[in-house]
């Protein structure tokens, strides 16, 4: 069994995008600021401005690669270390040829951190690598635990994010 795993992968998948959904993320972010204004929620109409300047600059922004090592001691993603006794739980997702609804999974890693916000983190994974990942997750007596993309996830791949 192997007792180390390095890989890297892209911080999300790139997605091409056309200069219509520019065109109405401005749209969407004037409209909304300016009923802000018009209902007096000044605060408000800055937030989505800033708002709308952030998703426009991280639209434009190429991913960058991620670094990831699962090694005897835990997990490392880039520069942050999870000690497996900080790993509540997990579950390697892939897809199944023989599940036809299973079609639009990619392979990735979910675990279950002890963090209080955002406590379930996904990893993308090759599917080559999906066993040998499960192994070492099991040899470290980490509890296996179905997982899946949070709704929000496939809102946001819908609407271009």
Do not use: C
Request: charged fraction near 25%; aromatic fraction near 14%.
């Amino acid at each position: 069994m192997q007792e180390k795993m390095i890989w890297s992968k892209e911080e999300y998948e790139e997605r091409e995008r056309s200069p219509d959904w520019f065109w109405a993320l401005g749209i969407v972010v004037a409209t909304s600021s300016i009923a802000s204004i018009i209902f007096e929620n000044y605060f408000f109409a800055t937030l989505l401005v800033v708002s709308g300047i952030l998703l426009w600059h991280f639209a434009n922004r190429p991913p960058s690669m991620i670094d990831y090592e699962l090694n005897q001691k835990g997990l490392k993603i880039g520069t942050r270390f999870y000690p497996y006794g900080n790993i509540k739980s997990f579950w390697v997702q892939i897809p199944h040829p023989d599940h036809p609804d299973q079609v639009d999974f990619k392979p990735t890693l979910f675990i279950k951190s002890e963090r209080f916000f955002i406590p379930i983190i996904s990893i993308p994974i090759d599917y080559e690598d999906a066993e040998t990942i499960h192994s070492i997750m099991t040899s470290k007596d980490v509890i296996e635990e179905e997982m899946k993309d949070h709704p929000s996830e496939k809102i946001m791949d819908v609407l271009g994010f």
